[in-house]
């Protein structure tokens, strides 16, 4: 496959060129208009005009599903890939019949964990407004025994130890787990974490462990908060409820199980300055929640 901008050959499965950034294939095409959106989409997002998040979620749309039923994807790498039906596999495009838009066939698990952290805020609302029947009924656990010590912890990478270092241990956070397709084939596991320091008005935002954004919160002259119990090294992904409350040091909680129409085996607990959810027994989202100190 040849550049028609810089002229250098490449791999069959390129889309884009890794010299100048250029599609490889007609603009007429279905494959060359999803590589002029890939293209487009770096743009931004080296511009800074789309944050992470986004960029990630348009990457993983980019698909397509040809007249036999193959699907594939052009992921962030810019290189061609075909679902065999277990795994992405780098493959040429077919273009010998024009592909058509894929049906969502497939729902990333990313999409179910940020659903299930949205449900996690909904369902904060009902129970702070009063509706303790949403979904099925919340459900009061006292009196928890732990079964065995706790599990080992999140060793901090280098990027968070020194935020920890510079600013203190954060007075909230959130973390999201979930997964999101590799480029070399197959799914990755993605720790999504945001930590706030309301005094210093500044919230930092990690992806497995590397700063991904620094941002003001635009909060003014925040109160004193108490230190927190929990801090994000306790918590790893897929813990068990056992485990999540070993970690934590809870004895009791509330659940609320969520209805099947916003997240299928999911459910919401809650215990003192903590909220998390699981998704078929395995954690997905975990938020710490500042707690306004005396004086």
């Known amino acids: 496959m040849r550049c028609p901008g810089c002229g250098k050959d490449h791999a069959p499965e390129m889309g884009l060129c890794p010299g100048c950034g250029r599609p490889l294939h007609s603009p007429k095409s279905p494959f060359g208009r999803m590589e002029a959106k ?74 179910i964990a940020a659903v299930l952290a949205v449900g996690v805020v909904a369902v904060g609302v009902f129970l702070y407004a009063g509706w303790l029947d949403y979904a099925a009924s919340p459900m009061l656990v006292e009196d928890v025994q732990r079964v065995g010590a706790a599990p080992g912890g999140y060793i901090l990478p280098p990027a968070q130890q020194t935020a920890l270092a510079e600013h203190g241990a954060p007075e909230a956070f959130s973390i999201l787990f979930y997964e999101r397709p590799s480029p070399e084939g197959g799914l990755e596991d993605v720790r999504l974490e945001t930590w706030d320091y309301y005094h210093d008005d500044l919230r930092l935002t990690f992806v497995n462990g590397a700063l991904d954004e620094q941002e003001t919160l635009g909060l003014g002259k925040a109160p004193a908060f108490a230190s927190l119990p929990y801090t994000p090294e306790l918590f790893t992904a897929y813990m068990s409820l056992d485990d999540v409350l070993a970690a934590a040091g809870l004895s009791s909680y509330v659940v609320v199980p969520l209805e099947r129409e916003v997240v299928s085996g999911g459910a919401v607990y809650y215990g003192k300055g903590l909220t998390f959810g699981l998704k078929d027994g395995e954690l997905r989202y975990v938020e710490a929640l500042a707690v306004e100190g005396e004086g």
């Open 38 to 111: 890939l293209a487009d989409l770096r743009n931004r997002y080296v511009s800074g005009a789309i944050p992470p998040a986004q960029y990630e979620s348009a990457v993983i749309d980019l698909q397509l599903r040809d007249p036999s039923g193959s699907s594939w994807w052009l992921n962030g790498s810019g290189r061609w890939a075909r679902w065999d039906g277990g795994r992405w596999v780098a493959a040429a495009p077919d273009q010998s019949h024009p592909p058509r838009r894929a049906f969502r066939w497939w729902i990333p698990v990313a999409g």
